[in-house]
């Protein structure tokens, strides 16, 4: 093989291998069965020839090879062989002494020079002349001792293919891979400088790229790109990394995983600069004391010469070459190589990438695959934690970086910022009045990645604005039309010199850290009145948006703001309303308290009313009827205020808005208005607690809405805030595949999660997959039963003695 890889460099071209199939193919045959790309030879072109290995005699038991027979591709009816032979054995070079890796790596500068310790004879006599690209000549004849039977069934192999009673056997299917097709093309990386041929560049071609940048202009990168690197070569800028000012590590992180740095190494080589018709070479030479040698061999050793006259330091090329393994497979390498004194480093990835695998210190999940965070988004953290806090931080990287490459979680932020203890200041924004602000929004309103999607202007009002975005509106109708969750509304105040009233809803596809169903924000509405038509062009407009989606299911719950109520119940005419219990019991509270109702009676009447027994948890109308007379002839007489409101008002609410809602959606418990409150604390922290201006709250909000929606994107991945749901959970996919997916995969993918609409979380599927039915409503308990089964107790009537 060496001898093949010297031809190949004085041909200046590729040679394909072929080694006929043996019974030992792994061993034999497969390793010599290959194309061989010699030192300073372009991989990407093709073979110039396949050279076979033949034997001169046979004797029936083994195969010794002893002779090589190549074939060229003619345009003619040519048949002409060339024999090639070493001369002697006195003339072969003993390569048993030296590391088997370093000296079949051709491309490295740094291993001994072949040429000038081995000889070579290629015996060729013909008439025909066969000139190579690089000028070197080579007869070409017919060869007389060649064995026939051998050649015939070689030649008869590789003209009209295998033969079909053998077509099947796995060793000649490899050996007709690799002698009859093309070499395998990895799918080469759509930012990759150029493709490598299972081997690293050689120094001279690693010297003209980065000696000559302006022809690569285009090709150059800010940072290592994501995606799947297999035998490939990047020219990435990294100004930080060759700053000779600091003293920080270099850092080349990519998206490959864990890397074995405790096995990496990184030389530091020497070069004299020659020039060969204006394209650089390198020679190796090597610093000792300050001082430039080259080395020689002697009598067998290596000797270490001085140059004279000492080179300019303007002639010496200092390369870095820092090499690392995959702490998963130790095959698929990278290399990264810069220059003492440039801003460019090449970074060369050869072998096939094994996919991801847990972090090395973990304790728990070792199926969690892990991703380094790279070190730009590290260093981007930092930079804006200096202005932001944690969270907003969180949502603006989540947004500007791959589902791969952003954060792994809110708690890797707040690290960070504990980490580096730096003080953190409010964002300034110029002043500007009211009417400045509204002049910005507006030119957001014609923006299409802006979430502010109206501006309405009313006479004697001041203007209100609505932000959401599309995959709102897609969760509005999937999840709450559908009656899958409630569609919650609430005012807030205090975020900025407008009030605000946000919806929200429940995300049924990923659970949270509590193992719940995260809050998601709905669409918000930012106005200044709180009357009967302002709310109107809130919920007529969201009302639009859904048209041709059956509302029947549709469920939205509020406090009691009479004009909340009006509005939302004239646009979802056929949608169902709820109040809000706590509410209710809130302010019936303070009714009692208003009439100085003692605090007995004022307890026993909220229990009756509110408690788990109470008015609100009655099975039907005609037990709600009765509840209520025994209120009213057992506490009227203690506030004739309270039971005139308790008439005229809560009496209404409780029957039309919490207990009748309840049985006919089948709602599990009251509802109150907590997740609505969760979602203001969060607004609320989003502003650092202090009223901002219009702006600043948009831009918040917006940037909220999108890092949501970006996590439920990485969710499906296993990186960030959310895991999938039970009943998602088929369509998890690994890191490996997602980063072997183009954009658009990635979008299908995505939409059909988004698309993708649960059973009935009634229906109950056995074990076998056999059949479903639907659970029970009861789960066999008495009705107004509130204890748990094993906790009820069945009472049997114990009968006097003597009676039966």
């Known amino acids: 093989m060496i001898h093949i890889f010297a031809l190949s460099s004085v041909l200046g071209k590729p040679i394909r291998s072929y080694y006929p199939p043996q019974l ?8 010599h069965t290959r194309k061989v790309v010699g030192r300073n030879v372009n991989s990407s072109e093709s073979p110039v020839m ?9 004797n029936g038991t083994s195969f010794v090879p002893n002779h090589f027979v190549p074939f060229f591709e003619t345009s003619g009816s040519v048949s002409s062989q060339v024999h090639i032979d070493v001369t002697s054995e006195s003339d072969s070079f003993d390569f048993s002494n030296y590391d088997c890796e370093s000296v079949i790596d051709v491309n490295d500068s740094e291993s001994d020079d072949v040429s000038n310790d081995a000889s070579y004879s290629i015996d060729v006599s013909t008439s025909n002349d066969v000139s ?18 051998v050649l015939s069934e070689v ?20 050996i007709v891979e690799n002698v009859e097709g093309e070499e395998p093309v990895d799918n080469i990386h759509k930012d990759a400088l150029g493709q490598l041929g299972g081997t690293f560049l050689g120094v001279d071609e690693l010297a003209n790229i980065l000696n000559e940048p302006e022809k690569h202009s285009a090709s150059i990168l800010n940072s290592i790109p994501q995606g799947r690197k297999e035998n490939v070569y990047f020219l ?33 080589s020497y070069f004299l600069k020659e020039y060969d018709n204006g394209r650089l070479k390198l020679r190796s030479i090597f610093l000792r004391k300050e001082e430039y040698f080259i080395q020689k061999r002697s009598k067998g050793k290596r000797v270490y010469v001085k140059l004279e006259p000492q080179p300019n330091t303007s002639d010496v090329l200092i390369l870095q070459r820092y090499y690392i393994s995959l702490k998963k497979d130790k095959s698929y390498k990278k290399r990264v190589t810069c220059t003492s ?10 072998g096939k990438f094994p996919g991801y695998s847990f972090h090395g210190n973990t304790k728990t999940d070792k199926t969690k695959e892990y991703i380094r965070t790279p070190q730009n988004v590290m260093q981007q953290m930092s930079d804006l934690l200096e202005k932001k806090k944690p969270l907003e931080v969180y949502n603006t990287l989540t947004l500007s970086h791959d589902e ?3 954060p792994k979680n809110k708690q890797q932020v707040r690290d960070k910022k504990k980490n580096d203890k730096k003080k953190q200041t409010t964002p300034s924004f110029h002043s500007k009045n009211m009417a400045d602000h509204f002049f910005e929004i507006d030119k957001l309103v014609t923006d299409n990645d802006s979430l502010v999607r109206s501006v309405i202007r009313d006479g004697g009002k001041s203007p209100c604005v609505i932000i959401y975005s599309d995959e709102q509106i897609t969760d509005l109708k999937h999840l709450c039309c559908t009656g899958k969750t409630i569609l919650g509304v609430d005012k807030t105040y205090n975020l900025c010199d407008m009030h605000v009233t946000a919806t929200c809803y429940k995300q049924m596809s990923v659970l949270g850290e509590n193992n719940e169903n995260p809050i998601f924000i709905g669409p918000v509405f930012i106005h200044d009145n709180s009357d009967f038509d302002t709310y109107s062009n809130f919920f007529s407009h969201l009302s639009s948006k859904l048209r041709g989606v059956d509302k029947t299911n549709l469920v939205i719950g509020s406090d009691e703001e009479k004009a909340l109520i009006n509005a939302i119940e004239h646009s979802f005419p056929t949608a169902t309303h709820i109040l809000c219990t706590r509410h209710l019991k809130e302010n019936a509270k303070q009714k009692l308290t208003d009439d100085t109702v003692d605090k007995a009676d004022r307890e026993a009447i909220l229990k009756n009313i509110f408690g788990n027994d109470g008015l609100i948890n009655a099975d039907d109308s005609i037990c709600f009827e009765q509840k209520c007379q025994e209120i009213e002839s057992k506490y009227k007489n203690v506030s004739q205020t309270f039971f005139r409101y308790f008439e005229k008002k809560l009496k209404t609410n409780l029957k039309n808005k919490v207990v009748q809602p309840k049985q006919v959606m089948e709602l599990e418990r009251n509802w109150t208005n907590n997740n609505c409150e969760s979602l203001n604390h969060v607004l609320k922290h989003l502003v650092d607690w202090k009223s901002k201006p219009m702006l600043h709250l948009i831009e918040a909000i917006s940037l909220y809405i999108n890092a949501q929606f970006k996590d439920l994107r990485r969710a499906m991945v296993g990186v960030g805030e959310y895991h999938l749901a039970d009943t998602h959970k088929h369509l998890e996919i690994s890191k490996t ?13 995505f939409d059909k999660f988004r698309n993708f609409v649960p059973p009935h979380n009634r229906l109950v599927i056995s074990s076998q997959h056999e059949t479903c039915i639907l659970k029970p409503k009861t789960l066999g308990k008495k009705i107004g039963q509130v204890k748990r089964k094993r906790n009820a107790k069945t009472t049997t009537v114990t009968h006097k003695k003597g009676h039966t």
């Open 341 to 350: 004194d440039g801003n460019l480093a090449i970074i060369e990835y050869i």
């Open 132 to 149: 190579t690209s690089n000028g070197v000549s080579h007869d070409i004849s017919n060869e007389s001792d060649v064995d026939d039977n």
């Open 236 to 268: 990435v800028r990294d100004e930080e990394n060759f700053n000779s000012n600091t003293s920080k590590r270099r850092n080349f992180s990519d998206d490959c995983g864990v890397w074995e740095t405790k096995t990496g190494s990184s030389p530091k």
């Open 50 to 58: 396949t050279l076979m290995w033949t034997s001169m005699t046979f």
């Open 737 to 749: 595949v997602w980063a072997s997916k183009t954009q658009d995969e990635r979008t299908r993918y």
């Open 24 to 31: 030992d193919a792994e061993f034999v045959s497969e390793p």
């Open 155 to 174: 030649q008869a192999i590789l003209e009209y293919g295998v033969p079909d009673e053998i077509k099947n056997d796995v060793v000649i299917q490899h």
């Open 404 to 406: 791969l490459s952003g």
